[in-house]
């Protein structure tokens, strides 16, 4: 049953890719529906689509903390034409916010982050004692790239075909709190966590188990120049991630980095964290795009 309608979701998308190529521009300001695409580089001889996706839900497990996404994440953009592997290329927003920093609150604030009484090392734990108790408590969790847009891949067959690696993407997390400070981030530009999402099932290493994204359901606007998904799950949870650095400034950061790693249960092997994205997508030709 799941591989027919798989077929069923390939086929549509193939005859949507075909009746895309085939709908003459048609010229308008860019407003209403093609507003959501003012910032993709259409005018760029190799964009050929452009993207505009809105995280709406979900939720990211790193290490022992889970932090749902409550506050929508926006993805924009434009990718090029697939290579004989379907993989495109990625271009960046050409206002620079290719992936929003959109913060989402972490359950518990700093008391739900950081519980002293669970880490074992005695100097630790004092340390933390002494410097979390006290009234900033709410923390925020910022999904950021971590590596530049052009190292973003992307596969449209995969959105929904519900096989294979759909988008490559390559994040870090910011914490944010006024005692961690503004540089507090788990991955980096040199330690990026890097994201293989698919629209399929996973094969994580233990002890997580398989589980499976979903590829949505296909519509079409302004009279079928634009392609759009309700429904879509991209899911990864055999992703790796390192340990905190930054956290609180130098000098600080010597005591609240160990301290986060220490709470948070990072750095964490593959197989020990969890992304869950759950999207809507819209894609155009960024010739349609150009004409609006």
């Given at each position: 049953m799941r591989d027919h309608i798989k077929k069923s979701r390939w086929?549509?998308?193939?005859?949507s890719v075909a009746m895309l190529a085939v709908i003459a521009p048609s010229a308008s300001a860019h407003t209403g529906e093609f507003a959501k695409f003012n910032n993709c580089p259409s005018t760029n001889p190799e964009?050929?689509?452009?993207?505009?996706?809105?995280?709406?839900?979900?939720?990211?497990?790193?290490?022992?903390?889970?932090?749902?996404?409550?506050?929508?994440?926006?993805?924009?953009?434009?990718?090029?034409?697939?290579?004989?592997?379907?993989?495109?290329?990625?271009?960046?927003?050409?206002?620079?916010q290719t992936l929003s920093k959109t913060p989402q609150p972490v359950p518990g604030g700093l008391t739900g982050l950081v519980n002293c009484k669970e880490i074992s090392l005695g100097w630790l734990r004092e340390s933390c004692e002494?410097?979390?108790?006290?009234?900033?408590?709410?923390?925020?969790?910022?999904?950021?790239?971590?590596?530049?847009?052009?190292?973003?891949?992307?596969?449209?067959?995969?959105?929904?075909?519900?096989?294979?690696?759909?988008?490559r993407l390559p994040v870090k997390m910011h914490l944010e709190n006024p005692l961690l400070g503004s540089t507090c981030f788990v991955g980096s530009s040199s330690s990026p966590i890097w994201w293989n999402l698919t629209s399929g099932e996973t094969s994580p290493p233990p002890p997580n188990?398989?589980?499976?994204?979903?590829?949505?359901?296909?519509?079409?606007?302004?009279?079928?120049?634009?392609?759009?998904?309700?429904?879509?799950?991209?899911?990864?949870?055999?992703?790796?991630?390192?340990?905190?650095?930054?956290?609180?400034?130098?000098?600080?950061?010597?005591?609240?980095?160990?301290?986060?790693?220490?709470?948070?249960?990072?750095?964490?092997?593959?197989?020990?964290?969890t992304a869950i994205l759950k999207n809507t997508i819209d894609v155009a030709l960024a010739e349609t795009v150009n004409a609006h």
């Open positions: 086929l549509c998308l193939a005859a964009v050929f689509k452009c993207i505009y996706s809105v995280t709406t839900g979900g939720k990211v497990v790193l290490g022992k903390k889970t932090v749902p996404i409550v506050n929508p994440v926006t993805l924009q953009g434009g990718f090029s034409e697939p290579n004989e592997e379907f993989v495109s290329r990625f271009f960046g927003a050409t206002n620079g002494a410097v979390f108790e006290n009234g900033l408590t709410g923390v925020n969790a910022t999904l950021e790239l971590a590596r530049p847009a052009s190292e973003i891949q992307i596969n449209e067959f995969g959105l929904v075909g519900e096989e294979g690696v759909a988008l188990k398989p589980i499976h994204g979903n590829g949505g359901i296909i519509t079409f606007k302004e009279e079928g120049e634009i392609l759009h998904i309700d429904g879509n799950e991209l899911v990864d949870n055999a992703w790796s991630a390192p340990g905190a650095s930054g956290c609180g400034g130098w000098p600080a950061e010597y005591i609240l980095d160990p301290i986060i790693n220490a709470s948070v249960g990072v750095p964490s092997a593959a197989g020990q964290n």
